[in-house]
Nanobody, 123 residues
Framework: QVQLVESGGGLVQAGGSLRLSCAASGRTFSNYAMGWFRQAPGKEREFVGAISWSDAYTYYADSVKGRFTISRDGARNTVYLQMNSLKPEDTAVYYC????????????????WGQGTQVTVSS
């Protein structure tokens, strides 16, 4: 089992920045690719971005590309989502998730999920 706990959400004005953190515990952090997802009210959960287990590459949704950056710190078993130039449409609950390194790529099914953290961007 992998336990994931997100933090860093809050209320920010449009154009501002937030950094979300996701602390992992349980199994070996480096065995998992880490993804970020979000779900806005009345909408389906959508993929935001992900980082490989090796930290070698990242992949982002078009809607956040150039504004959001994912990184990971193996010493702290933590993955981060740096969000810049925030827009009201970024308002959502943000979730981190872990995907076994033995699955190919960064898309598709994720094995473990956090509880989410609320991000609200005011206009």
């Amino acid at each position: 089992q992998v336990q994931l706990v997100e933090s860093g959400g809050g209320l920010v004005q449009a154009g501002g920045s937030l950094r979300l953190s996701c602390a992992a515990s349980g199994r070996t952090f480096s065995n998992y690719a880490m993804g970020w997802f979000r779900q806005a009210p009345g909408k389906e959960r959508e993929f935001v971005g992900a980082i490989s287990w090796s930290d070698a590459y990242t992949y982002y949704a078009d809607s956040v590309k150039g504004r959001f950056t994912i990184s990971r710190d193996g010493a702290r078993n933590t993955v981060y989502l740096q969000m810049n130039s925030l827009k009201p449409e970024d308002t959502a609950v943000y979730y981190c998730a872990a995907r076994s390194r033995f699955r190919n790529g960064l898309m598709g099914e994720y094995d473990y999920w956090g509880q989410g953290t609320q991000v609200t961007v005011s206009s």
